[in-house]
């Protein structure tokens, strides 16, 4: 994926709580949609989310307390590297594809 102007390089921010049969379903489905994957653990230690992670290559962030919705996703912004022209921050019970997902970011990063 490259990170022209067609074709933004795009970052999904997930924020879990309890929700890891969620979260491997979402990150199964937009699996080569994004080109940065960070799932923020608000549950600490949400057992087996690591393993999920690891699977489909995402950074895991455990801040170690619940921080909310908006703090989850403030720590999984500041755990992208910078090298993505869109973020998407995610519920774990979303559902869409993931050239759905590169969609959106294309029209996004358009606006």
């Known amino acids: 994926m490259t990170g022209s102007r067609l074709d933004p390089r795009v970052g999904l921010v997930v924020v879990d709580h ?3 049969t969620l979260v491997d379903r979402l990150l199964s489905a937009v699996a080569g949609g994004a080109d940065e994957l960070v ?6 230690a ?3 989310l690591g393993e999920v992670c690891a699977r489909h290559r995402a950074e895991v962030v ?17 755990a992208l590297t910078g090298e993505v022209d869109v973020v998407v921050i995610a519920n774990p019970d979303v ?3 993931a050239s759905d997902l590169r969609a959106l970011a294309r029209r996004a990063h358009r606006s």
């Open 46 to 48: 949400d057992p087996g």
């Open 18 to 20: 309890r929700s890891v």
């Open 95 to 97: 559902e869409i594809s």
């Open 39 to 44: 799932v923020v653990d608000c549950t600490p």
């Open 62 to 78: 455990e801040p170690g307390a619940n921080l909310g919705y908006g703090g989850g996703a403030n720590a999984g912004l500041a």
